[in-house]
């Protein structure tokens, strides 16, 4: 790629295709959820230890996203998202070695899947602190949140495709079937590994091959402590950070408590479609991505996060009105409700990390891993919604999620104090 097109960011789409590849392979982790469906049914697990394997990937954030910054500053961006695809493939490996090699429901079968989901996580981790300052090699300003938005919609299509490929296999390939505690016997669900494998080896080969002239490391020294000091220091950068943890903890939470939600405020007679409530939510949110990324490149990106915060706390509301209806709430509320959150949500990550990254582009690579580190709010969220809607209802779980709803809306009209100049 020359130089000047890395300048101006008019990359053609030959030249960006291998980097909004990577995009769909860091779609790979959310298959989790679907293989610990089959996992738990498998080998007879309680809730509460299967539970566990969804929890492993927002710990990796935790432990590894400011070292990737670190480590992508000494080797470049393009190697850091060439490794973490490497160390994917391998949890996508473990689990055909695990279902090929030995006996099913055997200790060393679930000892490797459990291993698979742990490198899934590192890889993840690795991934989404690498790849998305990646992007500001092509594109600049307020382009850049419409770019990261298109690139969670490619992302969103390895998410959706995962358990159409989990069931496929499970119903129509009977090689190495299983019976479940239901006595229902489970086809080859694990296929999905094996295609999403084939698909990480060809985005290592297109990612590997595409020449990409990054800019210089960034300035200075890069440590641990540092990264730290300027996440402490800086209060835009401290915000951005608090907008993602936001993000992220509405989106895991409305995740886990959806279903429970209308399960519990309209009888068991719709207990069968509560777990439409999650489709219906990602399905939004591909919407969201799809319109963000054509909606973004021609608004700012203050206006778009005032957008944003807008329809977030209609969802809280609609939500709140729901939870304290005693009798018979209305359905469609809920249903809106769970649209607006997704179709809100969608764009909120791309925003914040955006603006952080161009606000300090001499410190991109340490930002990035700050950032990420804010997806721990995956695992802070949701626990606390819960303990709330223990104490006082559904109504004081969705005032949990209200909270990330309002901190959106605030920055949005505050939009001023991102804007400060740089420290």
């Known amino acids: 790629m020359s130089n000047e097109t890395t300048k101006t960011g008019n990359a053609g789409f030959a030249k960006i295709l291998p980097v909004m590849f990577a995009f769909f392979v860091m779609g790979f982790v959310d298959l989790v959820g679907t293989a610990t469906n089959y996992v738990k049914a498998e080998f007879s697990l309680a809730d509460g230890t299967a539970n566990l394997f969804t929890t492993m990937v927002f710990f990796w954030f935790l432990i590894f996203s400011v070292p990737t910054g670190v480590l992508m500053n000494k080797i470049g961006r393009?190697?850091?998202?060439?490794?973490?695809?490497?160390?994917?493939?391998?949890?996508?490996?473990?689990?055909?070695?695990?279902?090929?090699?030995?006996?099913?429901?055997?200790?060393a079968q679930l000892v490797l899947i459990v291993i698979s989901f742990a490198f899934l996580g590192i890889g993840n981790t690795l991934m989404q602190v690498s790849l998305n300052p990646l992007l500001t090699v092509f594109v600049k300003g307020d382009k850049l949140a419409s770019t990261l938005t298109t690139g969670q919609f490619v992302k969103a299509f390895a998410s959706l495709f995962a358990p159409w490929i989990a069931m496929w296999g499970a119903n129509s390939i009977k090689?190495?079937?299983?019976?479940?505690?239901?006595?229902?016997?489970?086809?080859?669900?694990?296929?999905?590994?094996?295609?999403?494998f084939v698909i990480g080896i060809l985005g290592y080969i297109l990612l590997a091959f595409d020449k990409i002239e990054e800019p210089a490391p960034d300035s200075g020294t890069t440590t641990i402590g540092k990264c730290f000091q300027l996440l402490f220091s800086d209060h835009i950068i401290l915000l951005c950070f608090l907008g993602i943890v936001a993000h992220v903890g509405v989106d895991v939470a409305i995740n886990a408590q959806a279903p429970r939600i209308l399960t519990e405020h309209t009888g068991d007679q719709f207990t069968s479609i509560a777990a439409s409530a999650t489709m219906v939510y990602f399905v939004a949110r591909m919407i969201g991505c799809f319109t963000g990324g054509i909606a973004l490149q021609k608004i700012s990106n203050k206006v778009g996060l005032r957008?944003?915060?807008?329809?977030?706390?209609?969802?809280?509301?609609?939500?709140?009105?729901?939870?304290?209806?005693?009798?018979?709430?209305?359905?469609?509320?809920?249903?809106?409700?769970?649209?607006?959150?997704?179709?809100?949500?969608?764009?909120?990550?791309?925003?914040?990390?955006?603006?952080?990254?161009?606000?300090?582009?001499?410190?991109?690579?340490e930002i990035s891993g700050l950032m990420l580190m804010g997806l721990i709010g995956g695992a802070v969220f949701p626990p606390v919604m819960g303990a709330a809607a223990d104490v006082s209802g559904q109504f004081g779980g969705i005032l949990v999620m209200a909270v990330g709803c309002l901190y959106v809306l605030a920055m949005g009209f505050a939009y001023k104090v991102l804007e400060g100049k740089k420290a």
């Open 78 to 107: 393009r190697k850091t998202v060439l490794w973490s695809i490497l160390v994917t493939l391998v949890a996508m490996a473990l689990p055909i070695i695990a279902y090929l090699v030995f006996p099913m429901k055997s200790t």
């Open 175 to 196: 090689a190495y079937t299983y019976t479940d505690a239901e006595g229902k016997t489970i086809g080859m669900w694990w296929i999905l590994f094996i295609i999403y």
């Open 307 to 365: 957008i944003c915060g807008v329809i977030m706390t209609l969802s809280a509301i609609c939500f709140a009105i729901f939870t304290l209806v005693p009798e018979n709430p209305p359905v469609w509320l809920f249903w809106t409700a769970v649209a607006l959150v997704g179709f809100g949500n969608s764009n909120v990550f791309s925003l914040f990390l955006s603006h952080a990254l161009m606000y300090r582009p001499d410190r991109q690579n």
